[in-house]
């Protein structure tokens, strides 16, 4: 089974006592009877607070998250598949916390949805297997390309080539948006004939047992 690494920060309580030991000695030691004065001690807390928590921010833990294992279909091929796709969807996540430009950010939630409804459609109908593995062999890793490509330039500055490069980028990926709707919804294209022929087989057997809207009869 494999792990992820995860954060832990346990916070220190030396802040919450420094702060509670300020205002004591405030109200021991200096005057408490005007507005001011509970303006000021409110400050004086509130600075103090900041300041301890700087000095004694706690420690940070690492801990291992296991992985769920996905999903088996009994075929090898199909596994693979399935497993390709959670990878997709965890490095999508990374980029997206990786990237700070809000408009890609939005964009890239959209894909990953979309990403992931694509991948689980495998389990729901085997039959779409060959047009999800056109899509992960070139679709999902362009656009991992091209988010990778994105987010390392982003912190490159600000020159010609890395400003243009970024802003082709950032329009792709309304059309990526776009084509991945599409071949979600592609996916569909088999069942919703299957139900359209189900419905007119259904309504010419009422209709030819007299069970049908106006043909109806008591």
């Known amino acids: 089974m494999s792990v992820t690494k995860n954060t832990i920060w346990h916070r220190s309580a030396i802040p919450f006592y420094g702060t509670a030991a300020v205002y004591i000695l405030w109200c021991l030691l200096l005057p408490l009877y005007k507005l001011w004065h509970f303006a000021?001690?409110?400050a004086v807390s509130v600075g103090a607070y900041l300041l301890l928590r700087k000095l004694f921010p706690g420690t940070r833990e690492e801990v291992d998250v296991p992985e769920p294992e996905p999903e088996s279909t009994g075929d090898a091929e199909t596994d693979a598949l399935v497993a390709e796709g959670?990878?997709?969807?965890?490095?999508?996540?990374?980029?997206?916390?990786?990237?700070?430009?809000p408009s890609v950010r939005s964009r890239i939630d959209e894909i990953t949805a979309l990403t992931e409804k694509i991948f689980q459609d495998i389990l729901v109908d085997p039959s779409d297997v060959p047009q999800i593995k056109r899509f992960a062999g070139y679709y999902l890793p362009t656009t991992m390309k091209l988010l990778n490509a994105y987010d390392r330039m982003s912190g490159e500055g600000s020159g010609e080539h890395v400003t243009g490069t970024l802003r082709r980028i950032e329009?792709?990926?309304d059309t990526t948006v776009t084509a991945y709707q599409k071949q979600y919804?592609?996916?569909?294209?088999?069942?919703?004939?299957?139900i359209e022929t189900d419905i007119t087989v259904l309504e010419s057997m009422l209709k030819r047992e007299g069970l049908g809207g106006k043909d109806f009869k008591v």
Not at 185 to 191: Q, T, V, Y
Request: zero cysteines.
């Open 171 to 173: 329009d792709i990926l």
């Open 40 to 42: 000021l001690l409110a």
């Open 86 to 101: 959670q990878r997709a969807v965890k490095e999508l996540r990374r980029l997206r916390a990786s990237i700070h430009e």
């Open 185 to 194: 919804d592609a996916l569909f294209a088999n069942e919703a004939l299957d």
